[in-house]
RNA sequence: GGGCCUGUAGUGUAGCUUGGUUUAACACAUCUGCCUGUCACGCAGAAGAUCGCCAGUUCAAAUCUGGUCGGGCCCGCCA
């Protein structure tokens, strides 16, 4: 007999249907049992009318059960459909007992995040836990969307690299047969090379790793970057424009297509009308004029000053989101294009979001003399980079581009406490499996 | 790399300040019995912990001290 899904119950009222799935619990109440298997679209709920031949307390908790009966409409259930169970069997049994109870609600668990990543495709199984992940991918899958849209070509470009070449971050070493490599930070230098190549547009969806020995709840070391890169621009508020739209059509997507997800999760949609942006210098006088902050000597935005500045937005504007633009030379990576009406300044920005850094990008440096010394600048060798500089020698466009980092835009979206439960596996300062 | 906090049945917590009425308490899960509408079912009962580990102080340590291992958060840096 056919497999029926739970979330397809109500299109077969009045049918024999055999149901397969996980056993999410048993009630049993003497004359009358239920009975709720789970599958990948949710739970039925089976009504065992005669106990005393169907006995469901042999059952097993999280074994996998084969359930046939007849499915009616039944006002009494909360899903307005059950079914009527005829028989019901074991196809696996746990071999142990389960680590704690995941059919209930994570405010009546209350695990632990330790216990949630020990046990991690177990305590998918609870749905509170594992709603983050479709909506991750209808974030993912949104950009992809939009980018083919915008004409950019998908790539995947090489996360086993020659050097530590960006600066800044740490990097973890590999063994290359007899070569040293590294784990690639970013694919910055190939989405710029390959826009030189000829494409002018490309986005990759791919992991990036940073060796960076914190342990916070935004910091993973292994995590998902969407990247764009797109040449022939006019300046870098095009680069922002495109973010923009994104922005207006990932929450779009995520509306209509993750509803039960938000709901279950009672995560809100932000709106988004316009994005204010703001130059860090303003940025800063706002939290030393409204928030009391000595500002002397910030180059960035601290933790702090992004969560006050975000508030400070909101009441002011509206918006969840602000653009920072215009951060000094010294803050950014040595391809940021340097601002023509200030040279201190950059043409670089990041987008916030409910107080925190989601986004970094800019336009680049692709006048070729112009990198190389900026190159010396940053007090490295060109020669170091001359795999990167090649392609610029032969002419490049005006381009820019960001990343935007997936499991924080998701924590963010969701309200999540902790960035790790916006991975499947993730990989921390001590964490390496599962 | 710097700072703060934390570790008690399968899970989550209380007890620790002020060592001794603690036979280490409670909730959920587990097991047994009862229950005809449960969906956080209800009721009655049972089992389950050498209090992370090692050492010290003491007549006496879950409780105090030192070390060690594990965990969490903040900062720096970053997405």
Redesign the pocket.
Known sequence: MKRTLAGQLSEHIGEEVRLVGWLH?T??????A?I?VRDRTGIA?G?V?NPDKIDV?VL??ESIVEVIGKVKA?K????GV?VEVLSVKTLVEPVA?????I???LS????????I?DHRAFCLRNQELSAVFPVQAEIVRSFSEFMREKGFLEVHTSKIVSAGTEG??ALFPVQYFEQKAYLAQ?PQFYKQMLVGAGYERVFEVGFVY?A??????????E?L?LDFEVGFIDSYRDVIELEKEFLVRMIENLGANCKEELETLKARLPEIKDIPEIRLKDALEILERDYGRDTAGM??L???G?RELCDYVLKNTGSEFVFVTHYPAE?RPFYTMSDPDNPDLTLGF??LFRG?????GSQRIHDYKMLVDNIRKFGMDPADFEFYLEIFKYSMPPHGGL???T??FTQQILGL????EASFFPR?R??LTP
């Open positions: 619990h009630r049993a109440l003497g004359k009358i239920f709720a709920q009504v009318l307390s097993k908790k039944e009494q259930v909360r899903k059950e007992e389960i680590p704690f109870e059919s209930r609600s009546k668990l209350n695990l632990k995040l330790d216990a990543l800044g971050t970013s940073r960076e020995d914190h342990a916070t709840s935004r910091h993973i070391n995590y970057s180059t960035d601290d933790p702090q992004e803050a990041d987008l925190l850094e989601v986004t970094t990343a935007i980092g499991e924080r406490s902790n960035i790790r921390d001590f964490r």
